[in-house]
Structures are given as C-alpha cells and as structure tokens.
C-alpha cells in the first residue's frame, strides 16, 4: 500500500472518522427529530386557535350542574309558616322570618343559631308580607292594628383570628313602631321604593278598598337616618277579589291577581285618578295561580299554576302609547302545581318548586331549562336563590332545609336568544337587538348576533357590489389583452392596494370621503351613468378615427389610453353634482332623502363602506382571477382564433369558461376577506348596530364589534364568551370561504393539468 | 356600429376602463395622502382678514387659510331659501385666547372680499395651547423689556435655542436619572414583598432596605433641588410680548417656546429648509397635547421594537414549520389538509387574531407567568396585562402563515439534482438542508419575512386588544435594565392614525397630522413590498439560471 493509499483508507475508517461519523449521524437525527417535533409543535399552535375560541364559547352551551350540600331541620319548626328567607353572600348564614314574627338566623350548616328575636308587634299580629327589594333584603309587615313595618336583614362581615365570620341582624329603617296606614288588619300589601320616593298599596280586609300612599324620603345628615314623609294618598274601590297586589318597580303598573287567574291592570302613575288599562284572563278557566311575583327589576312578572306552567308576563307599549299585559313566554317541565317561586336578585333567572318535590331551574330572557332534579318526597314550600346566583335553599312541608349549590355562569345565553327575535323586557315586540352593556344593575343583557351578522354581510355584499366588477373586468383585461410590458407594472400597482394598511383607508373613508360623499351625492350617482356612457362613447369615437391613430395605440394599451378619460368622467360625474342636485332634488339631495322620500340618511353608511372597503378587496379578487385568467392553456386561445372569433367572443366563449372556477374562487376569497375587515367598518361605519339595508345607513359588523367591546369586558363573564362565540363565527364563516375557494381553485389546476 | 357592439368591443373598453380606474384609484389615492401629509410641513403664508360685522365694525383677524367649502346657509331675507356660501376655514391658532384655533369665516363677510399678507407676523409654536400668530414687540426679563422690535427676534432666537439646552437638561435628570431611581425604589419594594412572601422577613433585611430606600430617597432630594434651580434658569429666560389680531398684547414665557418663524419673509430656499426642518421633528419629537401635536418619534419606535421582536419569533417557527413539511413530513392527505389549513388561515381575519392574543395569551399565559415568578407584584399585573410581548407573538401567529407558505414555496422550487448531489457525495440530510437547501431558500424566506413584517406594520385591529396604548409614558427599549420591556405597553403608528383622527377632541387640528403619519406608513410600507418584489424576481432569475 502507497502512503497516500494508507492515509486515505485512515482517513476513511480511522478511528477519527469514524467518530466524526458517529457525529455527523447523531446531528443528523437531533435535525430530524428537532425538526418534527418544532414543526409538529408549532402547526398544533396554529390550530390551537381554533380550539381556544371553541373552549371560551363552550361553557356558554353547558347546562347548569346542582349538588345537594345538605339538609337541615327548619329552624324554628314548620308549626309557623316561612315568609322569607334572606341569605348572605357567601351563602353561610340565613335569616329566616315566620308569620309569627320571629327572626331567626343560622348556620346553613351546623345549624348553628346566630340571632333569635321577635319582631315588636305591639299586640298585633302579622296579617301581610311582601318583599321590598330581594337583594337588599327588605321587606314589609302588615299588621291586624294596620300598621306598616318596614325591615331589613343585614350582614357583617368580620374576620377574628383570620377567619371568615358573618353576623345576621335585622334592621328597622323607618322605625321599628311602623306607619299607621288603615283602620283595619291589612290583608294585601305591595311597597317600591326608589332612591326618593316609596310607594305603599294595602288592601285592608273587609272590603276591595285600596289604599295607596306615597312617600318621599328625606334624609338626616346629622343622624344619617332616612325619614319617610308623606307625599299623596289615595283610595280605590275595585270590585275584585285579589289574592295578589303586584306593583311595578316604575311606580305606575299596579296589577290585581286573582287565583282563579283574572287580573286587572292599572296605572297609577297619578294615583288620585287610577286608570284601568286592561282586564285579563292569564290562563285558561280550569287552570289555577299558584303563586305570582316579579322577576328582578320588577318588571316582568311570573305567575305559576297548578298545572306546573310558568308564565311570563310584562306591560308592552302599543303605538298609541298605551300599555297592556301580554304573555311573553311560558316555562314548563312537569304537570304538577307548583307551589314556589324563586327569583335571582341580580339578573333574569328563577327557579320553581312543585308539590311532587321537583325542582327546576330557568332563564327568562334565553327561555332555557338550565337543569333540575327531584329533590325531596314532599312538596317545596318555598326556595330562595342566593345573592351570588350560586345556590339555592328549598323548604319542603316535611320541614327539611335543604341547600343546594349550584353552578350556572352563563344561563342568558341561547341558541334561541343569539339567533331568534327575543321579546325584552319594555320593548314592544320581539326583535333582534344587541345591546351589551348599560348603567344599571338589573339590565337585561341582549345578546342577539343576528344584527351584527347582518351588518357584517351587508358591509361586505355592498362593496363586493364595487369591488366584483372592476376587479373581474380588469383581471380579464389584464391577462387577456394587455401587452407584457404595460402588465409587468400595473399588476404590481393594483395588488399594492393589498398592502395598504386599512387603518388608512378607514380614516380617509371616515374623515375624508364620507363628509365628501354627503356634499356631493348625486355626483357619486352619476358615476355609474356617466361612465359607462362616457366608456362606449370614447370606444365609438376611437373606433371611427383614421386607421393610423388607431394603430398607434394596440388593444394591449388601452388601459393607459383610458387613464385620462377615466379621470375626466370621473371630474364629470362629479362636477355634476350641483346641476344635478338643482334640478332634480329640490337643491340638496341628502335633505331630499330624509324629507321627501323618507329615507334615513347617515354620514357614515353603507355607501361609504362599499367604496373603501370595495377599493380594499379589489387586489384580493383581481390577482386571484388574473392568475386564473392567465393560466387558460394558450393553444384554446389560438383555436378559438383560428376559427375567426373577435377577442372578446373567444374570452366568453373559450376562456372565462374554462377559468370560471378560478374566478369564482376569487370572488369568494373576496367575501372572505371583506366579511373579516375590521378597520374599515370601526371607522366609517358608525358602528351602530341596526337592521336595515338601506344604502344610506351604516352598520356594525362583527368584526368591529368585536373591536369595540373586547377590550372592556370582564374575563370569563357571558359577554365575554359571546364576543368569543363572534370571534368563532367570523373563523368559520372565513375559514369556509377559504376552504372552499381553495378546494375549487385546486380542482381547476388539476383539470388544466390534463388539458 | 353593430357589429362594433356584435363583436363585443364595448366590453373590452369597459375592462381596458377597469384597470385604468383601478390604477387611477390608487396613484390617486397615494397622491392625497402625499400631497396632504406633505403640505403638513410647508410653511403657510399668513393673512390679515378685515371682518365686516353685524353692529358695524371691523374685526380684524389673523390666520393661515387652512379649508374651503360651499355652506348652505338660510337666506336672512327670505328664510325658506337656502343660499350657497362660501366660506374659508381660518386657522387663527392662540387658543389660549379665543377657545379655538379654528373659525370659519363667510367670504361675504370679508371686507372686498380681499385679504392680505401680514407683514412681519411670527408664528411661534408652543409646547402647550398650540400655534400662536402675531408680532414679536419685545423680550422681557424679570417684568423689563430689554430688547425690542428686530433685536428682540434675533434675541428671542438666541433665548429659545438657550432655553432648548435647558429642557434637554431637565429632561435627562427627569426622564434618565429619576427614573432609574424611581426604577430601583419599585425593585426595593417587590425585594421586601418576595421576602415576606418567603417568610423570611427579618430585622437585618428590613434595616438593609430601608437604608438602601433611605440613600435612594437622599438622591431623590439632591436631583430635585438641581431640578428647581434649572427650572429658574427656565424661568430667567423671560418672557416675550406678542401683539395678536385686534391689536391685543399677550405674554409668553420663552421656555414654552418650541420655535417660531416668519412665513411670509421666507424666500423659497428658507421655506425648503424649514420643511425639513419640520419633517425632522415629526420624526424624533415626543407628541404634545394628546398626540395632535409634535412628532411620532414613540409611535416609530414602538413600531419597530413590535415588528422586529415579532420578526425574532416568526422566522425561526415559519421556517422549522415549512422544513418540516417539505423535507419530513410524509405526503398525504393529512399534509394536504394541514397545507390547506395553513393557507386559510392567511384569510382568518386580525381580529381573530387579536381576541386569541387576549384570550389565551394575555389572560391565560400571561396570569400563569404572573402566578408564578410575578406573585409579589400582585394584584398589579405584570404579564398578565396586555404587553409588548403579547403583541409581538400575536403578530407572530397572525404572520405565520405567510412565511410558511412562501418558504415552503422555496423549498419546493430547488432543483432535486442538488439535493441529490448533495446526498451522493455523502452528506446527510440535515447537511443537505443546512448546508445546501436553506442557503439557496433564503431569498424566498425573506420575500416572506419582509411580507410579514409589512403586514404586521399596518395591521391595527389585533393591536388594540393585546398591548398599543394612545399615549406611553415610556419607550419600550431604554437604557434601563432589561433593555427591552417586554412587559410594557407601547405606541404604533397605526393605532396613532385611529386614535388622533377618531377619538381625539380636536380633529380639525389634528387632521393635517394624521395624514402625514399616514404618509409614513405608506411609505414605509410600501417600501417593504417593493422590497419583496425585487427580491422574488432576482430569486425567479436565479432559477432560471439553474436550470439551464
């Protein structure tokens, strides 16, 4: 062996090779699993996306779970019946008030007595009950003296020794003496209060004689006390044997209830000349009420009946302004009578007991049956939902207390309710609406998604409707006709659109165009006359000149012929405006619009929106087409030629036949895109969410929506998920406009490819 | 003519019109938003306008014409008849004084209807209450005037450039050096609550910290008393008495002087200057009076801090990504899926995007990290809020799909002779890519790269959720240690263009500024895109080359 044949063979299986051969081998592998596995990694991040916006909207759809924490004897035995049950935040503690006037609070647990008192009766006896305002637990006595008490139950919080420790008491107001009211025993009583005012109707026992007072509410700085000095008081003779008084938490809807299921309705906003609205049957005549109370806000109001049905019903203003009850929905899961009511201090759920021991849990505003279960043999005598919507206490004529707890974040949501017309509370018919927020407690979220959806569509048909034309025809132009040299700069100009941040456009759109668009309307109208007129007009006049002008510009570099005409017509069109205007609209068409042919007029609308976001998709469209168009095999060009066809007939006949599934790809890569674009619509929309497809009216789309509310909503709560349930609508809405343009667009390749 | 219209040769009209609107739409376009940004910084003439009033007099004011438009106003003689009049948007500036720096005026109302260039009138901006017009009548120090008419310019000049000096020393010590101390005086506060949380809060660390606290508070003491004796040097400068239109005099304190000059004396080469000038300080300043004034320069830097640190995270995912899927993964319908799904995502819109940013990483990540390493700053967020770091990956995701795609195009395009060549002479897969693969990629992985970053520059919408702020107090790099403040909030010129031309109070005022960051971006961005073509079409040379 020659030297070099030695250092060659060392150099190849030598022990030094073979280790950087070992090396090499183990890099290779750490590349190749690396590798898969960051690559695996990071397409799962990608479509972890989707997964997350499913996660968030999820719990929205999940029932309510309930889990029995225990039961207890009923403190202070079921000889006296339960009037109300207030309960604290934590749901630890309860106070219970029985028809004898004792107040008893205890441990829901260890049963544990915290207060035992006896309200100061004075001899009488307690003949009336009612609720004040169930989340800050106040409520009225009436008295067989006619007195008046009005009480609260309170809760101190202390933590001695680090834990958590809550005291019940009970509280007199107004003074534990109570007003005098009647002569007699009260036997009805309803009271409301505002932060001023309080309004107090009592029914004494031995006639249908009403008494209304009201109240205003004068406060002490020196000993932060609030006195109750009368306004105006009232008498009322109805001929009606109520076994309900339901007073509105507006002061002015006083309805009687009669077990039979009759009522009456009156407004008493001024209570010296009550008027009766409306006498109503609210079920059937061999149906009976069970029991009748307001939801919170004391609006609507439920009644529930021996055949196990709750109803629903609230005041709606007809168009003569002029209230009547209606039955809004009803609620029903067994036939058993049911015998309790519990309603939710802060939002628009309750839940019903019924003789058989069933118990269930509903939402109003979604009508949804969040869950329920059997909970004891006896029948439920009466449930008391806890402050934080997170339990629930059930009193059964067996004298159990069971409490339950119960998990039930996202009730106000439906399928029904996002989608369907919903009847809200004070609205006079149901409609879509959405509206996510406002400034007091017991609002009625509205969380419809159709309007916003529509807006959303309607935002992108419109400019699809500027976009599509001229995006197809100058797709076809551009690589059908147009030479390589004119091409190579104007498909670059067209597609920087794309790249144009859409932040501008909506600030032009909104500061710019739509002020200019409101001046000079009937200019933007003449457009889509002048135009064209003006297009065929130039293209006859070209078509006559001597043949050596033509010639001078082939069919390839129209487009650049055209770019002065077009900025002519366009001056035209819009320096016609003010002529236009004279002679046609009285001088000002936008006032014209409103005045005469009564349509809505907005600054920033529809119209606005279909020009900027029009221009924004027109890249997307006319690249896609143009790729299309250009790519139609050339020799079908060349036959259809061959056999003596113009241009444009071999372009309808040859090649937009066998490109139209590229074309149509495009046109949906379009929509997918103007149905996403958020910066647009935030600006020059007006974002106010309506249903209407007036051009002259704006929209809010779900994307600027989204834009809008995002950032201050509370994490985890139903407006939250609903705008994640948004989000999730927009994903698949685009995501199946993509799938489907590029589905089809592969298919055409495939048929080209055997071409 | 029939067969004109037979053949169809209006319809080719109609397409060769399409292209030609489309292209006259965009150079359109681009041209306003040029020609306003730019007329942004051109210095206006200013004009003395005689207002004929209704009791008789004359009121005089003074202003640069700004806007023009026709009114419809009701016909004071017979009020059923609306009459067309037009009228000029006069920016008089001095909103200290008349409450607006806006009026239209009704041309009618001038007298002879003919307005003059005020001769000798200064326009001096401030840092606060926007422009003031006037005439420069005398510098005055502590309450004398010691220089007058010419002089007090020249003086004046000389005293802003001082007071300028000045400012710049009050704000090193005020933005630098206090808010190091300020800086370590919060690290002082999270050291004592990570010891009490780890119970291991005794007598000697409290006494170390306090006194460290204590030297830090003595510096403190020292700083702000160099602070007022250079805001009485400030102050020393004196003032300058301006008279304005109506012949009213106002004083102004030269230390609330950005600068002033005299439009109508500028000859051209001044006035070239001047615009630079002015384009120069919308670049580098700090915006005023809530962003409608002054410059970008936080907006700039917030911008590139965002774009580049996306950049970090996008290129390394994008291209693991598209290698994987080109050179590891096996083809099928599973891959094809996973291609396809990719693709679409490109067309998921950005505010998608952005609620995911908030949602997962924000809320879900950011709470964790802030649960873990973060709990002695609680209940103060410190990840778990929306940041820069979050904006960042956000822009990440949302760019993702672009630099696969367009890697993965270039992957696909080399040559298989060459990765077979490679593997002849015994090189390992991994070399081949390495060695052979990426480097001839790499122009297609830029054209993706720079795609990305031009997307990422313009898009807004996912932005307002997961970290951009109107107004941040602080640049999101400095020279405080880490550097790079991933967990603050910034500004962007995008969300810039938003906030000042839709939610600030005053957008007459501020309109003219908007459209010169508008300019910016543009330009800015479509500097990018140019960029990613010619790179992609030397790429398309190169191949051909190869394949020869």
Redesign the interface.
Known sequence: MSQTQHALHDALNGTAAKKRLKR??L??H???YS??V???S??F?????MF??LY?VLPLFIPATMEKRGAIPVPGGIETTTLHYAVDDYKEVAVRLTDSGRVIGFNTDSQQVLLDQTIPLNGATITSFTLINEARNQFAYGLSDGRVLIGSIGFSISYPNNVRTVTPSIDWPYGDQGKPLIQGSIDRLAVRDSASRMMIVVQSDEDDLLTIRTFNKSSSFLTETVELELDSQAQMQTAFDAEWLLLGGRMRDLVLVSDKGQAEYYNIANIHAPELLQKVRLVPAAEAITDATFLTGNYSMMFATDKGRVLQWFPVRDENNDFALHEIRQFQRHTQPIHAIGVEDARKGFAVGDANGQFDLFYSTSQRHLGGERVSEAAIKMIRMTPREDGALIETASGELISYDIDNPHPEVSLSSLWSKVWYEGYSEPTYTWQSSSGTDDFESKFSLTPLTFGTIKAALYSMLFAV??????A???AF??DKQTRQW?K???E??E??????L???A???LAPYME?NLPGFFAIILV??LG??G???LW?KLPERVRISVP?GR??????P???FL?WLSLSLSTPIEQAFFE??MRHWLTDSAGIDFDQRNAMVIGFAMG?AL?PTI?SVAEDAIYSVPAYLVNGSYALGA????T??GVVLPTASPGIFSAIM?GF??G?????IV??ASGNTPIMDVNLFEGMRTL?AN??VE??ETE?DSSHYRV??LA?LV??IF??F???LA??VRQKMRRKYGSL | ?KT?FK?????????????????????G?LL??AARGLNHFWPHPVYDFQLAQANGQVEQITGEIHNR??K?VFDPANPSV?IKEPQLLIKTGNRDVYGLDFRWVSEKDIVDQAWTKSQGISIIERYEWGNMYGYIQALRQSGHPTLLGEAAQVGLAQAVAKSHRIRAEIRHIEKGVIGGINHELQQLRFEERKLQLAQQWDSANAERIEQRRLALQGQYGDLQASLDALYAKLKAEGEVVVRIAGDREVVIPVSHMVHFWQPNEMHLGQKVVFFFGSIKNFLLDDPREANTEGGVFPAIVGTLTMVILMTLFVLP?GV??A???R???KEGALLRL?R??????A??????????G???FV?VLGHSIDQLFYDYALPNPTFGTPGLLWAALTMA?LT??VVIVSTEEGLSRIPRALREGGLALGA????V??RIVLPMATPAIMTGLILAI??A?????PL??VGVVKLASELPVNLTAPFVHLDQKFMHL??H??DV??QSPN?EAA?PL?YAT?LL??LV??A??LGA?AIRNRLREKYKALDN
Not at chain 1, 675 to 679: A, F, N, Y
């Open positions: 090499r081998r890099s290779d750490t590349a190749k590798i898969s960051g690559g695996v990071i397409i991040a990608v479509f972890l996306i997350f916006l968030v034309p001229i995006a197809i025809f100058a076809i132009y551009t006709f147009m104007i670059p100009s067209v920087l659109i790249a144009l941040p859409t932040v501008i909506g600030f032009l909104g500061l710019w001046a135009v064209p297009i065929i130039f293209g006859l078509s069919v129209r487009a650049v012929l055209m770019i005409v077009i900025i366009g001088g000002d221009f027109i006319f113009s241009g444009w007939q372009l309808t890569l997918g895109r149905v996403g674009e958020t910066m935030l600006m994307s989204l834009a995002m950032g994490v705008l994640f989000g927009l994903f685009t995501f406009f993509n799938t590029e589905v | 003519m004109w053949k169809g040769e209006h319809w080719v009209w109609f397409s060769a019109s399409a292209v030609s609107i489309a292209v006259v739409l965009v150079f376009l306003l938003i438009r026709i419809e609306e995912m693991i990504a290698i994987y899927m050179e590891y993964a996973i396809i799904s990719i693709n679409n995502l067309g998921v819109p950005s505010i998608v995007f952005g609620i995911f908030l949602g997962f809320y995701l993702l799909p390992t897969k991994a070399e890519i390495i031009a997307r520059a313009g898009e807004v919408a307002m959720l995008g969300f263009i938003y031309g839709f957008v309109q908007v508008s971006l543009v961005i479509v990018l895109n073509i």
